[in-house]
């Protein structure tokens, strides 16, 4: 076994407890199927590595560090549907932790009452997983995939401590988001998006061809989506921009109930229509925080329609 790097990744977020490189060791030891695919990294072979292109390795990854950070003993996705990378999910939910803290006297606020609103949970139920064992929030997990949900159904029935945390939703009609989801009842402390990034199959094959050849020596015409990934997951008319746009034209009949909208932002060229747009709705802050993990640049823009006062009156009511 190499020994383990203890190099830190100061791209990532502070409280992020993927900072480091991973110890392998302890990995496999709490996951062996992971020793399967880990191999010495042919640029330093003092580190152990995995390839990162490979689906069947990201897998075994995240079920080990699912295990190893957030007590997740029974973890599993379909074939082909995304396979999150968790430090960037990780990363989302602290500085959202540091932006609830905003409003909280600079006091993360913890506990069941925090409720979360995540859009397009996917098959995996990451964000509520590290939301609920970082922070212990409680989540609604929204898709318009059945066979998506009844995957997190099966996560959450087989960890216990996740079955009053979250509770899952399906949308029923494709082009809405909040509509259906949102009861007049319903009070979030935020919403959480991940939304598709491409307009067309076509262009999530491309993207994924891209990102294949850059984890790989050997060049490769056919694309393999090393993180995997359904349609919805991937792509809806009209791409991210289109989305988001679809996500702030919703949010304006929801002002009171949600006190922070956000989503994350793959393509910086989007950001000026999406501030434009956020103007034009009357959102009374928006905010946007950078966030990478390695070469990869992304950031979250979040917003409100709740004045200072509203936002500390809203969190309050939350928090007691």
Known sequence: M????????????????HRFRYDFEALINVHPELQLFVSVNENNLDEETIDFSNPHAV????????????????????????????????????????????????????????????????????????????YGWSFVGTDIDEKALQNCKKIITHNP??????????????????KNIILPEDKFAFTICNPPFHSSPEEASKSALRKVNALEDNKTSKPVLNFGGQNAELWCKGGELG???????????YPMQVLW???????????????????????????????????????????????????QEMINSINS
């Open 161 to 178: 401590k996740l079955i009053d945390a979250i509770s899952l939703q399906s949308q029923i009609e494709a082009r809405f988001i909040f």
């Open 261 to 311: 909208f956000t989503t994350l932002v793959s393509k910086k060229d989007n950001l000026k229509n999406i501030y434009k747009l956020l103007n034009k709705v009357g959102a009374a802050e928006i905010k946007t925080i950078d966030m990478a993990q390695g070469q990869k640049i992304s950031r979250i823009v979040a917003w409100t329609f709740l004045s200072p006062k509203q936002q």
């Open 59 to 134: 897998k075994a990854l995240n079920k080990a560090l699912l295990i190893s950070n957030y007590d997740i003993q029974n973890w599993d996705i379909p074939t082909g549907f995304l396979c999150p990378p968790i430090p960037g999910r990780a990363d989302y939910i602290h500085y959202i932790a540091d932006l609830l803290a905003t409003t909280n006297n600079g006091i993360i606020p913890e506990g069941e009452n925090i409720v979360v609103l995540d859009i397009g949970i996917g098959a995996n139920c990451i964000y509520p997983i590290i939301g609920n064992a970082a």
């Open 243 to 253: 989305f988001i746009t679809q996500m702030i034209y919703e949010s304006v009949k």
């Open 2 to 17: 190499k020994k383990h790097n203890t190099t830190e990744k100061t791209s990532l977020h502070p409280r992020n407890p």
